[in-house]
């Protein structure tokens, strides 16, 4: 899983790029989101604009960065998931979980900024 | 000094320096002949460093293995130590194996205190002195033979770095081919163990369908490993009950597996007490969500069939909607919410029922069906599988040809290449 990190009106946006697929990279994603922790950056938006596939793996990912994140008093919300990942999240019930928006800007309002 | 006397004495320098020479020959040979009948590392490293002391005069030697590691360059293997005196184990600092890691020549110290290229090494006081020579092979680095303290009190020289070379030289090659060797025989193990987890793997899956009243079934598991993280299962609650399970854990391969045979142990041990899907499926994730880490889940659906009033009862935890085909060739999908197990320790998951007519034929899937993929990574995708389904025709009430319907498209769609993900379907139709 490649993706990019940047920071827009004190949220931390993280857009990767192809496929989500776990494996070996989500050791390399924990410690990323263990370092905005550590930074006091929980305002998190995954920007998924990007990404054309995710499979069980790939959820898990974003589950487990879910998890750490709100038990440290931060977030991960998402933001531009395509047709098949809306359904995806939709059929797992996972669209009840995490916090979706159509697109980054109201992602980033929903963490009352922008 | 006569000329005679010089002669003599000339004759006397070259007779000792061939008789050394013959010595050193000799321990060679003999360095050879034990070293290269043998595939055991430790033998072949344990040969070469007591023949090492031995031909040098040392006090102990030892064979420090260096391993490619791109997070820890330095990190050591194996490390083999022989002494031939009662002085408590000596051994490479790690300054020394960086500086070999560098050179990658012999290196001789005969007073490590006062040797200018390690000032600031804190050295084992019982080190008088010693040698290294690098064990090479196609290049790289893979070793170091080290000799500690020359026996007497004397100091290494030059023709002992010499003779240690070539004794590092001739070996390097023999104990690569030992590591290899056992790298390769370790690989064969796992294989073997792979291979018995997969036989215990597929025996827990069921045989042979069971004998439905008014009913047939079949299902299908094949695997993008040799162990697989998918699961489906038939258990029988009653006289008229049957309980149908499909179940898909995150991720492949062996962590998958185990967790699979737990939430199939788990599944088996709730039917015999809890009465419905949804009461089953909750009390399956609360122990789910103990034994895993946030990022495994598994999916799951559970249909009841009630042979008796021909209903099914159904619930799921974030799984694939199963299709559910009628004789006229309609389709549509069972839809029940819930989270897949082992995501939060308390869920809620709820039951819905449908009358099964005859004709009607339900499909479960994993997502490794819809997420084959062709040529130019598109996925076959829920839509073909739906066209599939349809145009299967009657088919469809034999559950092992619609399985081979639909898993033969699979394959053609993805022009036969290697699974990528497990691929699992379960057939329940009621006789027409």
Redesign the interface.
């Given at each position: 899983m490649k993706y990019t990190i940047s920071e827009k009106y004190n949220c931390v946006i993280i857009a990767p790029k192809g496929k989500i697929l776990?494996g070996p990279d989500?050791e390399i994603f924990r410690n990323d989101l263990q370092k905005l922790i550590d930074e006091d950056k929980k305002n998190v938006i995954f920007d998924l604009a990007k990404v054309h596939f995710m499979?069980?793996?790939g959820?898990?990912?974003l589950?487990?960065g879910f998890?750490?994140m709100r038990a440290n008093g931060g977030d991960i919300k998402l933001c531009n998931a395509d047709k098949r990942i809306t359904s995806l999240l939709m059929?797992?019930?996972?669209n009840?979980?995490f916090d979706t928006h159509p697109d980054l800007d109201s992602a980033i309002k929903a963490y009352g900024n922008g | 000094m006569n000329d005679f006397e010089l002669k003599y004495r000339q004759y006397e320098a070259e007779n000792r320096r061939l008789k050394k020479a013959v010595g050193e020959l000799s321990i060679l040979n003999d360095l050879a002949i034990a070293i290269s009948g043998s595939l055991d590392s430790e033998k072949i490293v344990r040969a070469i460093i007591s023949r090492s002391i031995r031909a040098i005069g040392a006090e102990q030697g030892d064979i420090t293995m260096v391993v490619e590691d791109k997070q820890n360059p330095t990190r050591t293997l194996v490390r083999s130590m022989i002494s031939s005196s009662n002085h408590s184990p000596l051994h490479l600092n790690q300054n020394l194996l960086g500086w070999m890691q560098i050179n990658k020549k012999p290196l001789l110290i005969n007073d490590p205190g006062t040797d200018e290229r390690f000032r600031n090494v804190k050295w084992d006081e019982s080190v008088r002195s010693l040698l290294c020579a690098p064990l090479m092979a196609k290049s790289k680095l893979t070793g170091i033979l080290t000799v500690y303290n020359k026996k007497g009190d004397g100091l290494f020289d030059e023709s002992d770095q010499r003779l240690l070379s070539i004794i590092a030289a001739q070996s390097a090659q023999v104990v690569e081919n030992a590591r290899l060797y056992q790298e390769e025989q370790a690989y064969q193990e796992s294989l073997r163990e792979m291979k018995m987890a997969s036989g215990i793997q597929k025996k827990m899956l069921p045989s042979s369908p069971p004998e439905i009243g008014g009913y047939a079934i079949d299902g299908r598991n094949l695997t993008a490993q040799s162990v697989g993280g998918d699961y489906y299962d038939y258990i029988q609650m009653d006289d008229s009950k049957w309980l149908v399970c499909l179940a898909d854990i995150s991720g492949k391969g062996m962590s998958a597996a185990l967790l699979m045979s737990n939430l199939q142990a788990i599944l088996r041990g709730h039917v015999l007490h809890l009465n419905s899907p949804s009461e089953i499926l909750k009390h399956a994730n609360i122990q789910l969500y103990r034994s895993t880490h946030a990022e495994k889940f598994a999916t799951v659906f559970l249909g009841m069939v009630n042979t008796k009033t021909n209903t099914l009862q159904f619930s799921s935890a974030g799984h694939e909607y199963p299709f559910l085909m009628s004789l006229d060739g309609r389709s549509r999908r069972l839809i029940a919410n819930g989270l897949p197990l082992g995501i939060f320790d308390m869920c809620e998951y709820e039951d819905a029922t449908i009358e099964l007519k005859p004709g009607d034929s339900l499909f479960v899937y994993s997502d490794g069906i819809t997420e084959s993929m062709n040529q130019a990574e598109v996925e076959f995708g829920e839509e073909r599988l739906a066209e599939e389904l349809v145009s299967a025709g009657a088919d469809r009430c034999e559950p092992a040809k619609l399985i081979d319907i639909i898993f033969n498209a699979c394959f053609a769609y993805s022009d036969n290449q290697q699974l990528f993900d497990d691929m699992t379907a379960l057939v329940l139709s009621r006789n027409p």
């Open positions: 776990g989500a499979n069980s793996s959820i898990g990912i589950i487990g998890k750490t059929v797992s019930h996972l009840t979980v | -």
